[in-house]
């Protein structure tokens, strides 16, 4: 069974191969399919495959190896709970988020995802180029800059590759969608279509998409500003470093005791002498507290100072993502000037519409009048009007003159109320 799961598993991940630590392996997936399921009524199996996913680490020394590990394997390696590596998880989309946990760093930054410790990257295996150029960025980087000293921990170098490429592939889709939006509108303020009010409509929407993903960003480097208790959090190499100095000490007192005793125990046991050993121990009791209140002030000023190193370094980038923001809100101000330029063009047509809707209405108030006129006069009845050859005649040109100048006072009026210039 233990050689089932040992090629899946990192060095720093495997486990005891006692008895209990490999029932324990057993339950978390890398070999459930064994489990004796009769033992447990109702309880059914889950398929190897869907427990396991690939990652990818990358140490300090920029090397990197590919590894099947499942949700819970990476849970008690990076001390994470099960809602950390949720944001992880490519079947969900999540904003991106950046987390500073007590062990690692959650980042989950557009397609980059990962989980950065002190000493490694374990980052979600994808075939995204994103995920791919962080890949051989980040292992290039480190390599290059092995032997050259560095301000930057290891974590702030991974954390800052993912905030510059996140930022850069922003960048780059608002300037690509500000090209292609830039000759639709163009077009649509020359020529009104269907065609290019649907162009727009897709790139606005598309526009918008982008927008609320910049600023997601914008807004999670703005929180990890703000809140100095996130920061220090994220400082992972000088917990790493006092854990490392607290262990060695503790480890040199227990030495350094056991020592003491045993030389007591070979010399006499009289009260002198353990009157010297109470006094050697308050004395050490005592430099103990002081080296600690001066490590604790040291540490106090370091981390200050690391915090403002990773405030500099979120600052740069704040600043970047700041500026995309600018330039899809920019682009989103022009398609709205765009759009309020496309209804006053709009309006001005309805506009010559209704004039001439009016016109015509007059017009046709005239040539009423007319054809009554003359209708009157085809009508079968006798009159002494029609003893006259040139009555109808001249009938028809008074009416024809009444109704010109009916029409012209018409046009003054409408030009008096300013419904249209003449």
């Known amino acids: ?62 090397n990197s190896k590919i590894l099947e590990l499942d949700k819970a394997a990476i849970m008690r390696h990076c001390s994470l709970p099960a809602r950390d590596l949720r944001l992880l998880d490519p079947k969900f989309i999540y904003p991106s988020t950046i987390l500073g946990r007590e062990n690692a760093i959650v980042v989950s930054l557009e397609q980059i995802r990962c989980i950065i410790t002190a000493d490694e990257v374990i980052l979600m295996n994808s075939s995204d180029a994103n995920v791919v150029l962080y890949k051989s960025e980040l292992c290039k980087r480190l390599q290059t800059n092995k032997e050259q000293s560095d301000d930057l921990p290891f974590e702030f170098r991974a954390l800052e590759l993912a905030l510059e490429l996140t930022c850069m592939s922003l960048d780059a889709q608002v300037k690509e969608l500000e090209m292609e939006i830039h000759p ?41 500003m703000d809140d100095d208790g996130d920061m220090a959090e994220m400082y992972l190499t000088e917990k790493k470093l006092r854990k490392e100095a607290y262990t060695s000490s503790e480890l040199y007192s227990q030495t350094e005791e056991s020592g003491g005793a045993g030389v007591v125990s070979k010399s006499a046991p009289v009260s002198p002498v353990g009157s010297t050993c109470g006094v050697r121990k308050l004395q050490r009791a005592f430099s103990c507290l002081s080296s600690s209140k001066q490590g604790s002030l040291s540490s106090s000023s370091s981390s200050r100072e690391n915090i403002d190193q990773l405030e500099m370094l979120l600052e740069a980038y704040f600043v970047v993502s700041d500026n995309t923001l600018n330039k899809s809100s920019s682009l989103k101000e022009y398609i709205d000037d765009t759009e309020d330029l496309i209804n006053i063009k709009l309006g001005n047509v309805q506009n010559q519409l209704i004039q001439f809707e009016l016109l015509l209405t007059a017009a046709t108030f005239v040539a009423t009048i007319f054809a009554v006129v003359a209708g009157v006069f085809g009508m079968n009845f006798e009159d002494s ?21 009916l029409y012209i006072s018409f046009l003054f009026y409408f030009r008096h109320k300013k419904v249209f210039p003449l």
């Not at 009007?385 to 100048?405: E, K, N, R, S």
Request: proline fraction near 5%; include cysteine.
């Open 1 to 62: 069974m233990e050689g089932s799961v040992s090629p899946s598993l990192p060095s720093g991940l495997m486990g005891n191969p006692s008895s209990h630590n490999a029932g324990r392996v057993i339950l978390d997936g890398y070999s459930i399919n064994h489990i004796p399921v009769s033992g447990f009524p109702g309880l059914k199996k889950r398929s190897h495959a869907h427990v396991n996913r690939s990652w990818i680490k990358i140490d300090q020394g920029g």
């Open 184 to 224: 639709v509108l163009d077009e649509l303020a020359s020529s009104i279509s269907t065609l290019n009010l649907e162009r727009v409509r897709r790139f606005k929407g598309q526009l918008l998409a982008l927008t609320q993903r910049v600023q997601k960003v914008c807004d999670e480097i703005e929180h990890l």
């Open 385 to 405: 009007i029609f003893d006259y050859p040139f009555a109808f005649h001249w009938v028809l040109i008074a009416t024809g003159v009444f109704c010109g100048m």
